[in-house]
Nanobody, 124 residues
Framework: QVQLVESGGGLVQAGGSLRLSCTAS????????MGWFRQAPGKEREYVSA????????YYADSVKGRFTISRDNAKNTVYLQMNSLKPEDTASYYC?????????????????WGKGTLVTVSS
């Protein structure tokens, strides 16, 4: 089992920045690819970003490319999502995910572990 706990959400004005963190406990963190997803009210959960277990490759949804940066520190069992130039449409609950198969994260399919989410609200 892997437990994931997100933090760092909050209220920010449009154009501002936030950094989300997701700390893992349980099984070896560094064998898991990690991802961030978000879900806005009334909408389906959508993929935001992914990072391979060795942090060699990162991936982003088109909607956040150039504004968000994913990173990880395996020594701290933590993955981060730096969010810059935030827009009101980025308002959502953000969820951390872990899976040994990168494609599961990129396709949002059969993901092994989820966090409970942290709320990000961007005001206009």
């Amino acid at each position: 089992q892997v437990q994931l706990v997100e933090s760092g959400g909050g209220l920010v004005q449009a154009g501002g920045s936030l950094r989300l963190s997701c700390t893992a406990s349980g099984r070896s963190f560094n064998v898991y690819n990690m991802g961030w997803f978000r879900q806005a009210p009334g909408k389906e959960r959508e993929y935001v970003s992914a990072i391979t277990w060795y942090a060699g490759s990162t991936y982003y949804a088109d909607s956040v490319k150039g504004r968000f940066t994913i990173s990880r520190d395996n020594a701290k069992n933590t993955v981060y999502l730096q969010m810059n130039s935030l827009k009101p449409e980025d308002t959502a609950s953000y969820y951390c995910a872990a899976d040994r198969q990168l494609d599961n994260i990129k396709r949002n399919y059969g993901i092994e572990y989820w966090g409970k989410g942290t709320l990000v609200t961007v005001s206009s």
